[in-house]
T-cell receptor
Framework: GAGVSQSPSNKVTEKGKDVELRCDPI?????LYWYRQSLGQGLEFLIY????????KSGLPSDRFSAERTGGSVSTLTIQRTQQEDSAVYLC???????????FGDGTRLSIL | QKEVEQNSGPLSVPEGAIASLNCTYS??????FFWYRQYSGKSPELIMS????GDKEDGRFTAQLNKASQYVSLLIRDSQPSDSATYLC?????????FGTGTRLQVFP
């Protein structure tokens, strides 16, 4: 596909479980971003990758959140011991490089019961 | 001071009017500016980019940039109910884009 692909599109899980969210960026895009968006709120920046390294992890809300990117392509956002406040839409975006416009995936809607 | 600031709205305009959305930014060296539209329940989509002072027009949309005053605006002419959405301003820093929190636009018939 030509766009940013995220999976799963929806995830419902019980409090305390771990979840993994996947992002497959546009081919050739070196920069990759993760955001969180709660209902009716703005984009909350989580982490930024340039290639496989993460120069800015400042937005990760706690040590339960981690992310990695391998091969300069696919990225995985992992949330351990999920809490109800983690319920949100998690958006991934990619760009050619950091200052170029970002293209967003459709997001993963995460619901913690 | 936030790096990118927008009025959260809602901005309500009648159909056919001009909607004016504003954004200010704090980093004087920013060079790239973007407007995104986000419909409820959807992801943001890029609608305009501007890099030089002045106006850039694309159909009913005009982006305006004033680097000296550090603001960028988006004008939507002949507003339609289908323009009702949240509009996000994005500005580059040294190595990435920073998004504003968005302005909600409501166009009523």
């Amino acid at each position: 596909g030509a766009g940013v692909s995220q999976s799963p599109s929806n995830k419902v899980t019980e409090k305390g479980k771990d979840v993994e969210l996947r992002c497959d960026p546009i081919s050739g895009h070196t920069a990759l971003y993760w955001y969180r968006q709660s209902l009716g709120q703005g984009l909350e920046f989580l982490i930024y990758f340039q290639g496989n390294s993460a120069p800015d992890k400042s937005g990760l809300p706690s040590d339960r959140f981690s992310a990695e990117r391998t091969g300069g392509s696919v990225s995985t956002l992992t949330i351990q011991r999920t809490q109800q406040e983690d319920s949100a839409v998690y958006l991934c975006a990619s760009s050619l490089w950091g200052t170029e416009p970002q293209h967003f995936g459709d997001g993963t809607r995460l619901s913690i019961l | 001071q936030k790096e990118v600031e927008q009025n959260s709205g809602p901005l309500s305009v009648p159909e056919g009017a001009i909607a004016s959305l504003n954004c200010t930014y704090s980093d004087r060296v920013s060079q790239s500016f973007f407007w995104y539209r986000q419909y409820s329940g959807k992801s943001p989509e890029l609608i305009m980019s501007i890099y030089s002072n002045g106006d850039k027009e694309d159909g009913r949309f005009t982006a305006q940039l004033n680097k000296a005053s550090q603001y960028v605006s988006l004008l939507i002419r002949d507003s339609q109910p289908s323009d009702s959405a949240t509009y996000l301003c994005a500005v580059n820093t040294a190595d990435k884009l920073i998004f504003g929190t968005g302005t909600r636009l409501q166009v009523f018939p």
